[in-house]
């Protein structure tokens, strides 16, 4: 068996998740030398023609030639895995699907009659079949190399969907929420970053999205009790995985306190 | 199938590689005559500057952030720097040059990628670095050891290199004691050596023969510093001008065929921010080994070759690792990680030094805090139209070339301004038109 | 029996230090399920218990709990039968001969159908659950005579999903045990019986009053059949079951496979029946 | 290395300690379900916190323990590692008795778990009275608490009234004796001793609003899985797995495979919690796929079937599950709350 091919294609994204895999300095050269980098315009001209056996897509469907272009991926894929929060639940950039895009449009674009784009910003799953979602708002290196790492041995990716909260205690941090009142998204956020913000006294903001039976709204109303207010819970779950359902349920939940 | 000959051509690139993003070019050639050079920018539009309507103050930083995960520390600073401007607050010395520290990891990591894995397999002939890596194993070893040393840089100072998580308005969640910079040494001296010896091996490249004569517009500091983090605008032509006056000296225009806006610098067509710009205007402010360093590269006093720009590229990173390395000397901890930033109406400018160029910020602010506008002015929109007026002229002298020489020679061209079409919404795809 | 040679302490770090064995013959069952069979690298046979299973496992492909379908009077070579349900046991069903796989074991009880010696002895097995009877009823076919009325009933979703195929047929055809096989659905082309399990026991020939049943199977299977023998008549005691929880280390330190106050890889994975009864009823625990 | 309490992050934790100054003079705890605030105002005793935020288990039991590698080939190789050796200082009767209860769990076993007895062994405890209960402590009632009465090598109880600032110590072991002998102080006299029992004495009354009676809560968990107050109690659980990884008690581990690029395998066991999907995972899903499954899984873990599996409850009260739940789910609030109406006719309305 010849190496793997691996591809990387990109949506609307801001690079940070395809980055991640330059980043890997240790091990790109090792990774190149068990797969094939077929095709990943960032890093390379050389294009080598699909099918290919691994797609890493970053980035979300905004646009209908984008809804029509992921089709073509899925097509050429055997195994297609998406990388980060845009890719998985539509990104920043689904804050859109709250609003207007018109007028959206207008505050950035001077000629918004230029830009064609959709309503909407929706993750790859809800356009095509995806194998592996690896969650992260960006991506985080380690378990980047474990997907590759399993896509070359033909393994199922050992990625833990459980809370923040899991790797904040194993690593000894002191619960910002519990000590200080500090706000966190830890428990019900995914693991994958090393609890990195409770270590940087921090509370977790959600940029890994949801952790595997998140209790949005229990962790909510805690929050508020320890004063978050009614606009602060619906942006502290509408921001960088505000399309994926169980923060978006209750983002929604707040909007007619909000509103009204 | 090649034609030399001086007929009609199209030449295009859909994907433009090795950029940050995604875009493509087109040149169209009629009669012999370039009649048209398109750098379209396709990347989908995220609506950023929309999304921040209605968010806190606080939320910028991270939020714009996720504009670019190749800048990401840009983003944020330029974010406080205006945030700060409109609440009237400004943030000690020591938050100050731990931004700069921070801001030097993004310099070293970026110029590193550029460098190494986007810019340097042109002049040696590759497709890609792991190409290189085949033949030059020690070279790009050196390249991706340098690399992590940025990288390194902003995940003690930041926690992660892509969108760092320690950066808030006023300063930051955690500052780093002396003992947790302290480890960066050994890595910053090892990485010293490494930059030097980039900017010996770039300067050995041969570079077309090729003079820009477009307006330079970079920061200049109020300390005596290299620009990052703070100063004022000035540029060749003698301008001079603050964040605040941003607007009133440069404005953005939309075009038809990019989902980016193009700046225009009042009274000229085209100009230029970036490296190349950084340098003319702040030469005298590098340190002593950066300085050594251009002087035995052979760079004088400004550099008008766009192609030479990874030389002066290689220069900065040896800057900002010997910057690095001062503040890392100098650092006794912070008094405190970060200082009180109440909210009040207002607006405020930013703008720092991105590795691509001058980064502006705009925001307007309730008295809750609430954002009520934004404005992000990137340096790749800036750079866009010099960029095409490069290409106007490149593709001019050089018609004998073949259609696959002279995309592969345009491309490079672009490649010199080290674009980021995420940051400018995103990328290029190169048609050249010669039909 | 050898099922408590660990009188004295073993540490955990022997317990979790897996054996090599290498493949040495492999046959498919079905069409997600093979057998295999092992022989240690180190040379040293692996004794077991009918109903004691290993933690076995492709290297860096995981490790699962897996029954031993052996015949217990033949160790020499270990005998596994696997279905592919995920990842670890997919690359488990798809050993080929010289491959190595590793081991640890054997863990847990047996079904110890000794007990069950003057008695009638009913075999219920529904799909999978066949494998880890396999050596229960070779120990019955083994001593024969010390044993009453013999039924083996098996239920399976497909007629295409029965295991060992041609060793059934050799059953079937002995005249001192009874096999009676069921499928939830099939073509009209089968010619055998259609329906649950549970649907052979009045079927088959056999006396609660003193009959000793074995069942493995799906959860429910095993609670509905269980239930169903019960209420024939048979005492809750002498039914036993073989239960499937998450195990990790297969000697009760990682505290996966717990019901309630059971450790599933120590205290079972095969259990008396009545022990059972009021934990099976719950859902989820 | 010696162990013991610090300040770090506004907690009290358990760290490596190289002087006297690094103890937590004048720090005071102030908790409350989901709640921790330190303040430093108290007077200049050393040992007047309550419940540090984590027991002596991350020492004893670390969060990783590397076991073993395997190579491609499947060749396999142990991880051998000399066990640290620890002096701990300042360990509450709650912890030894949690200590105890790992001993119990960990080494009283057909399968024993090396590395934790290596560690063990070579353990010299130094126990301390708890003066300062928290607002989360129920060592009363669970019986493990507040005085040390055995499992140390030293007892300390920690005096400041009109004699001065001082300790009054007793050996508990041989080693403990030796280090006592090497000691300077003089013979506690009958004042001491008198002292000593009005520090518990104290302790004992702090405690008093929050004890339970723990007769029957066997009985009660064990016989009421449907009770309706799971599913209230699982509509506020976020099953972030804090009060099990907190929990000086709670030994569940995952033995954790990770393969790299050129297909060696190393082999760890890593904490894990009964309230994560992973733990009970069977192909297709998890047995306890419902938070109200998982909770319900610890707290009868916790104070039922522990007594079954192993003679003693799970549970030594030292609040730390109540204190460190980001919901702010007080443990014993829950088992009232199942008690109050046996078999679920009327659960209570969440707070
Ligand atoms: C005592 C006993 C005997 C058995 N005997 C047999 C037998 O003889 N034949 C047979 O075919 N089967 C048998 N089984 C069932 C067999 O163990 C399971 O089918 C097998 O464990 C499933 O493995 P898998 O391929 O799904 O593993 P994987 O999916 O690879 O899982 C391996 C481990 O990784 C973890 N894991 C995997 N996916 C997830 C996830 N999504 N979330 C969290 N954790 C995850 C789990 O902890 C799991 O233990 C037996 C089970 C027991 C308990
Ligand atoms: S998920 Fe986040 S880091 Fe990744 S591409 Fe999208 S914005 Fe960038
Ligand atoms: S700080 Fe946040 S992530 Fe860490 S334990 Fe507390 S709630 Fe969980
Ligand atoms: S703690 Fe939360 S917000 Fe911070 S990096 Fe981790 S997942 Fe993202």
Redesign the interface.
């Known amino acids: 068996m010849g190496k793997p091919k691996l591809a990387v294609w990109k949506f609307a994204s801001c690079d940070g998740c395809q980055l991640t895999l330059l980043n890997c300095e240790d091990d790109l050269l090792a990774v190149a030398g068990q797969v094939e980098i077929a095709y990943f315009p960032e890093a390379t001209r050389g294009v080598v023609a699909g099918p290919y056996d691994v797609s890493l897509v970053e980035g979300s469907i905004t646009t209908a030639e984008d809804a029509e272009r992921i089709q073509r991926v899925r097509e050429q894929s055997r195994l297609l895995v998406t990388i980060g929060a845009c890719a998985t639940s539509g990104g920043v950039q689904a804050l859109r699907n709250f609003a207007d895009v018109r007028e959206f449009t207008s505050v950035v674009y001077a000629r918004p009659d230029f830009i064609r784009t959709l309503d909407t910003s929706t993750p790859i799953a809800a356009h095509v079949p995806v194998d592996f979602e690896l969650q992260g708002c960006p991506i985080n290196k380690a378990q980047l190399l474990e997907v590759l790492t399993a896509a070359v041995q033909g393994r199922a990716p050992r990625i833990p969907d459980h809370s923040v909260c899991v790797e904040c205690k194993a690593k000894g941090n002191v619960c910002v929420m519990v000590a200080h009142g500090t706000p966190c998204l830890g428990p019900v956020t995914h693991a994958g970053c090393g609890a990195l913000c409770p270590s940087y006294d921090r509370g977790c903001y959600g940029c890994f999205g949801p952790k595997e039976n998140p209790n949005a709204a229990s962790l909510g109303r805690r929050l508020a009790l320890i004063g978050v207010d009614e606009l602060g819970l619906q942006r502290v779950f509408r921001t960088f995985h505000a399309a994926a359902p169980a923060f978006e349920t209750e983002s929604r939940s707040h909007d007619a306190q909000v509103d009204g | 199938m090649t034609h030399k000959s001086t007929g009609d051509r199209l030449l295009t690139v859909d994907t433009l590689a090795r950029v940050e993003g995604e875009g493509s070019m087109r040149v169209e050639v009629r009669a012999g005559e370039v009649t048209d050079v398109q750098l379209a920018i396709y990347e989908p539009p995220r609506f950023f500057e929309a999304l921040l309507r209605g968010r806190s103050y606080l939320e910028p930083p991270d939020i714009t952030a996720r504009i670019c995960g190749i800048c990401p520390v840009a983003y944020q600073m330029s974010a406080c720097q205006a945030l700060e401007a409109a609440c009237g607050v400004s943030v000690p010395e020591d938050i100050r040059l731990l931004r700069r520290l921070l801001y030097c990891g993004e310099w070293i990591e970026s110029h590193a990628l550029h460098v190494y894995l986007l810019h340097a397999p042109d002049f040696l002939g590759y497709e890609s670095a792991i190409g290189l890596a085949a033949v030059m194993p020690d070279v790009v070893a050196r390249g991706l050891r340098l690399k992590k040393a940025g990288n390194t840089v902003m995940s003690v100072v930041g926690g992660r290199s892509i969108h760092p998580v320690n950066v808030k308005v006023g300063g930051f969640y955690r500052a780093p004691s002396r003992a947790e910079l302290e480890v960066l040494r050994p890595q910053l001296e090892e990485a010293l050596e490494d930059a030097v010896a980039t900017v010996r091996l770039v300067s050995t490249f041969s570079f077309p023969d090729f003079e820009q004569p477009h307006e330079y517009v970079a920061l200049r500091s109020a300390y005596d510093e290299y620009p990052l983090e703070s100063g004022v605008l000035v540029s060749t032509g003698g301008r001079s001008f603050t964040a605040a006056e941003f607007e009133d000296n440069i404005t953005e225009e939309h075009v038809a065929r990019s989902n980016a806006l193009h700046a225009r610098l009042a009274g000229v067509d085209a100009y230029v921010v970036g490296p190349l710009a950084r340098f003319a205007l702040n030469r005298d402010r590098l340190g002593p080994a950066s300085s050594a360093a251009a002087d035995e590269a052979g760079l004088g006093a400004e550099e008008r070759n766009p192609f030479r720009s990874i030389v002066v590229r290689a220069v900065e990173t040896v800057y900002a690792v010997e910057e690095a390395l001062r503040i890392v000397d100098g650092w006794q901890g912070a008094a405190a990680p970060a200082v009180a930033v109440p909210p009040r109406a207002g607006v405020g400018h930013g703008v720092t030094e991105a590795p691509r160029g001058v980064l502006y910020h705009r925001y307007e602010l309730d008295d809750e805090g609430t954002v009520l506008d934004a404005r992000i002015v990137p340096p790749t929109s800036q750079n866009q139209r010099s960029i095409e007026a490069d290409l106007l002229r490149f593709v001019r002298d050089r018609l004998d070339l073949d259609d696959e020489q002279l995309t592969h020679d345009c491309e490079q061209a672009i490649r010199n301004y080290d674009p980021c079409i995420s940051c400018a919404t995103h990328f290029l795809d190169l048609t050249v038109d010669r039909s | 029996m050898p099922t408590s040679e660990a009188l004295a302490p073993t540490a955990l770090d022997a317990a979790l230090l897996p054996r090599p064995f290498r493949v040495v013959a492999t046959r498919d069952e079905t069409a997600d399920t093979a057998t295999m069979w092992l022989e240690p690298s180190d040379g040293e046979t692996l004794r077991f218990a009918a109903g004691q299973f290993t933690m076995i496992g492709v290297p860096g492909r995981g490790e699962v709990p897996i029954s031993i379908s052996g015949d217990p009077r033949e160790p020499v070579l270990l005998q596994h039968t696997v279905r592919a349900v995920g990842d670890a046991s997919g690359a488990l069903a798809r050993v080929a001969v010289g491959d190595v796989v590793l081991v640890r074991g054997p863990f847990g009880t047996g079904w110890d159908v000794q007990r069950a010696a003057g008695s009638d002895v009913l075999i219920v097995a529904g799909g999978i659950g066949l494998a880890p009877l396999r050596p229960a009823l070779l120990d019955v076919l083994a001593e024969r005579e010390r044993y009453g009325r013999v039924a083996l009933l098996v239920g399976t979703r497909m007629p295409d999903q029965l295991l060992f195929v041609d060793e059934v047929q050799e059953w079937r055809s002995r005249l001192d045990l009874e096999v009676l096989v069921t499928v939830d659905a099939a073509a009209p082309t089968w010619r055998g019986r259609v329906g649950l399990v549970t649907g052979l026991l009045p079927v088959a020939d056999w006396d609660p009053a003193q009959a000793h049943a074995f069942v493995c199977g799906p959860e429910v299977m095993m609670r509905l059949t269980a239930e169903a023998v019960v209420h024939a008549g048979a005492d809750p005691s002498r039914v036993r079951v073989s239960m499937e929880r998450n195990m990790k280390c297969g000697v009760g330190l990682c505290g996966h496979c717990q019901l309630r106050e059971h450790f599933v890889c120590t205290d079972g994975p095969v259990f008396d029946y009545d022990v059972l009864a009021p934990l099976m009823t719950v859902r989820g625990l | 290395t010696v162990i013991g309490p610090t300040v ?4 009290v ?1 358990h760290a490596p300690i190289t002087s006297v100054a690094e103890l937590p003079a004048r720090a005071r705890d102030a908790q409350a379900p ?5 303040s430093l105002d108290g007077d200049e005793r050393l040992f007047a916190y309550a419940a540090a ?2 027991s002596w288990k ?1 020492f004893l039991f670390p ?2 323990q590397p ?2 590698s ?7 190789t ?1 991880v051998e590692d000399e066990p640290p050796s620890y002096a701990f200082l300042g360990v509450r009767s709650c912890d030894l008795a949690a200590v105890a209860v790992h001993d119990r ?3 009283d ?7 934790y ?1 290596g560690r063990r062994r070579s353990a010299f405890v130094v126990a301390i009275t708890c003066s300062h209960p928290g607002g989360t402590c129920f060592c009363t009632s669970t019986g493990t608490g507040p005085h040390p009465t055995a499992g140390y090598d030293l007892a300390m109880t920690e005096l400041l009234d009109d004699d001065g600032h001082r300790f009054v110590v007793r050996a508990g072991s041989d080693d403990g004796a030796e280090v006592l002998a090497q000691l300077t102080g003089r013979p506690s006299t009958g004042a001491d001793t008198a002292a000593v029992d009005a520090v518990v004495a104290g302790s004992v009354a702090v405690m008093e609003p929050r004890a339970v009676d723990m007769d029957g809560v066997r009985e009660l968990l ?1 016989d009421n ?2 009770h309706p107050r799971w599913d209230d109690v699982a ?8 009060c099990t ?2 929990c000086p008690t709670c ?13 060696v ?1 190393e ?1 760890s ?16 899903g998890a ?7 998982r909770y ?2 610890w707290l ?2 916790k104070f ?2 522990w007594i ?2 192993f003679g003693t409850s799970g549970c030594v009260g030292c609040g730390r599950c109540v ?6 789910i007080d443990v014993l609030e829950e088992l009232q709350a199942l008690r109050q109406s046996p078999g679920g006719a009327d659960a209570e309305v969440p707070s």
């Open positions: 770090r992050d506004g907690v934790v989901g709640r921790y605030r330190l935020a984590q991350p969060s990783r076991l073993l395997v190579s491609p080939e499947g060749a396999v142990a769990v960990l080494l076993r057909d399968v024993v778990d090396a590395h007895a064990r899985p449907e509509s506020r659980c976020l099953s972030c797995t804090n990884l907190v030994f569940c581990v995952t033995v954790d495979d990770s393969t790299d690029l050129l297909g395998t082999r066991t890593v904490w894990d919690s009964c309230f994560t999907a992973g733990h009970s995972y069977l192909h297709g047995v306890h796929d419902t938070t109200k499954t319900r899984q009868t873990h039922s079937s079954d599996q204190t460190w739940c980001p919901a702010g």
